[in-house]
């Protein structure tokens, strides 16, 4: 996918319009179908091995139409990256930075609970990918995460009021965003847990309990 897919922060921001359909009710759900059908067989079968022949099969849509809706599958996999990184609700982070939480549990619960619930697949599907992308598109996407890591050590710096030149919550920052994006994959231990709000309710008071005895702590 590397030599067909370039410029990938667009890639990521924004999706181009299609204009062939004219019913925009009707080009959301067709492309949402079309989309949902491709997240399963990107992860079940992978990206090389899935065909849009697949995907038609899977979405009910013929292959005659569905190039009304997108132009071949890296643009299905373009909108599914941008489907991730854009969802249609205010992040928790955007929120946390507007003062949204009375304290850091909020903020975590909610953070967890869409990358472990909602978006999951989303993530399962960038770590599934990421080899097939060019060294320029995965440093597009690893750079989603350094972002969010930025964000939220300045949330809690705030949070904390811990000095700027303090480098601890530098190393919480990057430790919530590991387990942000790695629990999806947590299945091979939690097989026979089943609560997934006990395994967040228990890592959101681990993390919580580090960032109290950060700013408890002097350097």
């Not at 067989?41 to 849509?61: H, M, N, P, W, Y």
């Not at 598109?137 to 904390?160: H, K, N, Q, W």
């Not at 999806?184 to 228990?202: G, K, M, Q, S």
Request: net charge negative; hydrophobic share 40%; with cysteine.
């Amino acid at each position: 996918m590397g030599g067909h897919m370039q410029g990938t922060r667009r890639l990521l921001d924004e999706v181009p319009a299609q204009e062939k359909i004219r019913n925009p009710e009707l080009l959301e759900r067709r492309r949402r179908e079309i989309l949902d059908a491709a997240l399963e067989l990107f992860l079940e079968k992978g990206f090389k091995a899935t065909t849009v022949r697949d995907i038609c099969q899977r979405s009910g849509i013929s292959h005659a139409s569905i190039y009304d809706y997108v132009a071949n599958k890296d643009d299905i996999l373009r909108r599914l990256l941008h489907r991730m990184f854009q969802p249609d609700k205010e992040s928790s982070l955007d929120r946390a930075l507007a003062g949204g939480y009375a304290g850091p549990e909020g903020f975590l619960d909610d953070l967890f609970a869409y990358s472990w619930g909602a978006n999951r697949e989303a993530i399962l599907l960038v770590y599934r990918v990421i080899g097939d992308l060019s060294h320029e598109d995965r440093r597009a996407v690893l750079g989603r995460d350094a972002a969010l890591a930025g964000g939220i050590e300045r949330y809690l710096r705030r949070e904390t009021g811990l000095a700027d030149d303090d480098p601890r919550l530098a190393v919480i920052a990057n430790l919530i965003v590991f387990l942000n994006a790695f629990m999806p994959f947590r299945d091979w231990y939690t097989r026979d847990l089943d609560d997934d709000d006990l395994v967040r309710r228990t890592v959101v008071d681990g993390v919580t309990a580090m960032i109290r005895q950060l700013a408890d702590t002097p350097r």
